[in-house]
């Protein structure tokens, strides 16, 4: 398996094709797989947000505040507004905002960007970065992941994730296959989709010298069962249900 | 970045060496990655287990009870026990045992292994897998990763993880760098070995395919601060906290 980046792409602007910009400056195989930073495809998509556009109601009102306070510095209880926008349930509001977005990923703060966005406040994730990545691997011929960069439970660190992808399922289905000795095996879903989102943020990178687009070559998925599910839903999110009755005491 | 396999490596037994099966069965260039299953050094290490050696306490029994009536089928205490007897901290003991481990990993059952375990039991993970990698990087004169497949919240299906590390950071640390337009970067910290361990996992598989020793060639860390923070300790785990208070109701 190769992984390489691919250099020379300038800003993205709102409207941009991506799909126009990576077939000129990319060589791409039809059995690649396109990893490309949501940033990118949020640029694309002009998925920008002032602040001075916003008015916060009275629940982000309160999730400021008492972040304002936890933090003991001011918070914008506009940006509270557009996380609680973006998100369809609340994991956690304190000491940090934690949420699952509309389309199922929980991350902090909805995935909601203040860093790489030239010109405006924030930038929010794609709408339906599923619909994006079957946009994108139409255009390439290829298959496509969009990946986000995110924290998690029990590790320090963040690492590379998938939030869309298109052109090969998210998981390869073990169940059923036995280890050596015939005995079936207990691993029984493996989310490449995720592991492959963390190879490329090897390559990618942050900042002034970040590259968002990183192409896998020669990944095999192998003879296996796929499986197209990745995230959980609130109903059997344990690890959720459990932060939702949680209260944090500082 | 290449990624490779090591092939032809058979059966690891008790007292091996890796670091002389390695040496001979793979071509390792000191800046190669050496990304290694903890099976294989939890079999060099001898760390298999039969449950008739234990004997269940009490709290191996309640648990056991307990998840007999979830799961509607018998469950040996003495498996318990063996979960209990590796795990500095119990995070949830139904629907399942998450844990953390003596060296800080967070996983079911204590990421005891029941495939791939010929002519005993169980399998316990390597006892200190720090020390594991240390030896095995100061063998092979090159970094080397010792990982672990496990689940994690909010996404259905398992990736690989590092439990152990030496001769690389366990994170890029970019405090203080700066994007294109200079504001300072939101990711802070990167966990390349988890990130490289999801890397392995690509090739290694599961089971009677597998091939635990993935070597991965070129990549680069970059010029940045290191940091080899990876485990967060319990004080400073929140979902860990909000698991522990949390009960889980059928």
């Known amino acids: 398996m190769n992984v390489r980046t691919v250099e020379g792409l300038g800003e993205i602007h709102p409207g941009e094709s991506l799909g126009a910009v990576l077939s000129q400056e990319a060589e791409i195989a039809e059995d690649d797989v396109v990893c490309v930073a ?7 998509e002009n998925r920008f947000i002032d602040l001075e556009s916003v008015t916060a ?39 940090f905002l934690l949420t699952r977005t509309q389309f199922g990923h929980v991350t902090v703060n909805a995935g909601i960007d203040r860093s790489n966005v030239p010109n405006h406040d924030l930038l929010l994730l794609p709408d339906d970065p599923m619909a994006s990545a079957r946009r994108l691997a139409d255009a390439l011929n290829a298959p496509v992941i969009i990946t986000d ?4 439970p029990f590790r320090h660190g963040q690492r590379g ?18 280890d050596r000795n015939g005995h079936e095996l207990e691993v029984t879903v493996e989310s490449i989709v995720d592991e492959l989102a963390a190879t490329a943020n090897l390559l990618s990178g ?7 687009v990183v192409i896998i070559e020669s990944f095999e998925f192998g003879d296996h069962d796929g499986s197209n599910e990745l995230f959980r839903d609130s109903e059997s999110d344990l690890v959720g249900q459990a932060l939702s009755q949680w209260e944090y005491q500082p």
Chains 1, 2 share one sequence.
Do not use: H, M, N, Y
């Open 57 to 95: 109601g009275e629940r982000a009102q309160a999730i400021a505040d008492r972040l304002a306070t936890i933090a003991d510095e001011p918070k914008d209880p506009r940006f509270a507004q557009v996380v609680l926008d973006e998100s369809s349930e609340l994991l956690t509001t304190a000491p």
């Open 206 to 212: 942050e900042g002034d010298g970040g590259t968002p």
């Open 38 to 44: 949501s940033t990118i495809v949020s640029k694309a």
């Open 161 to 178: 994730v998938a939030i869309g992808w298109a052109g090969l399922p998210a998981s390869r289905d073990w169940r059923g296959e036995t």
């Open 149 to 152: 960069t995110c924290g998690r």
